[in-house]
């Protein structure tokens, strides 16, 4: 079963739209001052996972940046996987090598609890985020 511990949540986050759908889905910064949005491109680095339903634009985001979060998973996760974002928002693993499609991608953390798709993971979030490059 998927678990918390959380040591950090950033004070003051606003929604920058609708996340009522999108509770333990990757976010980003906004290019608005204490404001996050869903992340929508594959392997970018995130600023937290959200962790409540804001259910409009300028309702308070609880986005955890440090500990251990739930996350919706993308793809199947296994522990010890890196994971980072799909284009969607959802946890997908992260290959740790200098090619292929990972290149360049942030890995967010590291899955504790492995999940199905469309299932919660547990994952470290902050404690690691490596991008993947080349050599």
Same mark, same amino acid.
């Given at each position: 079963?998927a678990?918390?511990?959380?040591?950090f $949540?950033?004070?003051?986050?606003?929604?920058g739209?609708?996340?009522s759908? #999108?509770?333990?889905?990757? @976010? !980003?910064?906004? %290019?608005?001052?204490? $404001?996050?949005?869903?992340?929508? $491109?594959?392997? &970018?680095?995130?600023?937290g996972?959200?962790?409540? #339903?804001? /259910?409009?634009?300028?309702?308070?985001?609880? @986005?955890?940046?440090?500990?251990? *979060? !739930?996350? &919706?998973a993308?793809?199947?996760?296994?522990?010890?996987?890196?994971? =980072?974002? *799909?284009? *969607?928002?959802?946890?997908? #693993?992260? &290959?740790? %090598?200098?090619?292929?499609? /990972?290149?360049? /991608?942030?890995?967010?953390?590291?899955?504790?609890e492995?999940?199905?798709?469309? &299932?919660?993971? *547990?994952v470290?979030?902050?404690?690691h985020?490596?991008?993947?490059? =080349?050599?």
């Open positions: 079963m678990r918390t511990n959380n040591i $949540t950033v004070p003051g986050m606003l929604a739209a609708d996340l759908a #999108k509770q333990f889905y990757c @976010v !980003k910064m906004s %290019t608005t001052d204490n $404001t996050v949005s869903l992340c929508d $491109t594959q392997g &970018e680095t995130i600023f996972v959200l962790q409540n #339903k804001p /259910d409009a634009s300028g309702v308070a985001a609880e @986005v955890m940046a440090l500990g251990i *979060s !739930k996350v &919706e993308g793809e199947t996760l296994t522990a010890g996987d890196l994971w =980072g974002t *799909s284009a *969607s928002g959802t946890a997908v #693993k992260i &290959e740790g %090598t200098n090619t292929g499609a /990972d290149l360049a /991608d942030y890995a967010a953390g590291i899955v504790i492995g999940a199905a798709s469309g &299932e919660l993971a *547990s470290t979030i902050g404690i985020n490596i991008q993947i490059v =080349g050599a």
